[in-house]
Nanobody
Framework: QVQLVESGGGLVQAGGSLRLSCAAS????????MAWFRQAPGKEREFVAA????????YYADSVKGRFTISRDNGQNTVYLRMNNLKPEDTAVYYC??????????????WGQGTQVTVSS
């Protein structure tokens, strides 16, 4: 089992940038494919970005392609989400997810508690 803790959220103006971090417990971080999802008020949780266990395979939602970058540091047990050119519609609670298999985004088995991102216009 893995425990996930997100950080790095906050309030930013439109056009600004943030970097989210998700720190994982345990010594088997490299065994987990990781992903970021988000949930805005009154909406369902939606996929944002995912990265394979090796870090070589990445996936993005169309709404964030070209603006967000997912990366991981297996030595630091951390996955990152760099968010540039933020828009008010990016406002949401961002969650980190983990699972023990690569492939296109789908179901994830472990979740963090989330970090709030608010983008003002």
């Amino acid at each position: 089992q893995v425990q996930l803790v997100e950080s790095g959220g906050g309030l930013v103006q439109a056009g600004g940038s943030l970097r989210l971090s998700c720190a994982a417990s345990g010594r088997t971080f490299s065994s987990y494919a990781m992903a970021w999802f988000r949930q805005a008020p009154g909406k369902e949780r939606e996929f944002v970005a995912a990265i394979d266990r090796s870090g070589y395979g990445t996936y993005y939602a169309d709404s964030v392609k070209g603006r967000f970058t997912i990366s991981r540091d297996n030595g630091q047990n951390t996955v990152y989400l760099r968010m540039n050119n933020l828009k008010p519609e990016d406002t949401a609670v961002y969650y980190c997810g983990a699972r023990r298999r690569d492939g296109p985004p789908g179901e994830y088995d472990y979740w963090g508690q989330g970090t709030q991102v608010t983008v003002s216009s």
